[in-house]
């Protein structure tokens, strides 16, 4: 059934808002909030129920295509045949895997900014950084069991190169990594998805380029390549900690209505 818009707005213009004390608002608007908080603080939900709860909320396509993205990596590295002739394209592959499976976790973790979401988020019953906190938790543990499998595969082949393939494996998505955690620390908007897929496409370029010259693969470069580890492990932990502490609650001023946990 349609309405008709036109008796709405005649009867909305009828309409006069009956008169009120501003004092007995103000305490209505003070109990519901007291109400609520004890609601809240009622209930205590376990860490590990909070995750499992949110892992529910992360999309079909993250996993998806992190499953396809390591079916395929080991598709690829079933077909070498790991003698050091061969260790180019593997370690090629490596960091390619890296940076797109840093990338994979990214669009979900900046939903909220890309539908314009974040602040109806900062208003319901977790705050903004438990929200962001378990996914960008769910999702690295996600991130860091592929690698894991992956590096498996990989050293099963030739166990004597397993450093150069940590290192290989692990640099590119730390480098990824701090990348997008720095646009999103620093940005937060609806085009932070396409900044980071840029960011991932200019890494896999970057390491490719790197792959044609064999120098950087050489097992003397891998003095350099543990210096990028250490730098790349810093400062992913300091990004984390500043994106982590942006995630500020801002509803109802400096009270915090968000449930917590045991």
Known sequence: MKLNDRKIREDLKRFSVPAYEPDKMKETIFLAKKAYRERLLSKRIGFWEFITMQVRFIGRWVWLSQAALLIGSLCLLNRFHFGKADMQPVFLLLSSAASVIAFVGFPEILKSYAHNMEEIEE??????????????????????????????????????????????????????????????????????????????????????????????????????????????????????????????????????LSAKWQ
């Open 123 to 256: 208003c319901t019953r977790f705050s903004m950084r438990k929200l962001m906190g378990s996914r960008m938790l769910i999702l690295g543990l996600a991130d860091l069991c592929s690698m894991t499998i992956i590096l498996a595969v990989s050293a099963a082949g030739n166990a004597s190169l397993i450093l150069r393939m940590i290192l290989y494996l692990f640099v590119p998505f730390n480098l990824t990594c701090c990348a997008c955690l720095t646009v999103l620390d620093h940005v937060k908007s609806r085009y932070d998805g396409y900044y980071s897929g840029a960011i991932c496409v200019a890494c896999i370029m970057l390491f490719y380029k790197l792959a044609l010259d064999k120098k950087y693969y050489e097992a003397a470069a891998t003095g350099a390549w543990i210096v990028f580890f250490y730098i790349s492990i810093a400062y992913l932990a300091i990004e984390i900690v500043r994106v982590f502490q942006s995630f500020n609650r801002v509803c109802f001023n400096d009270e915090t």
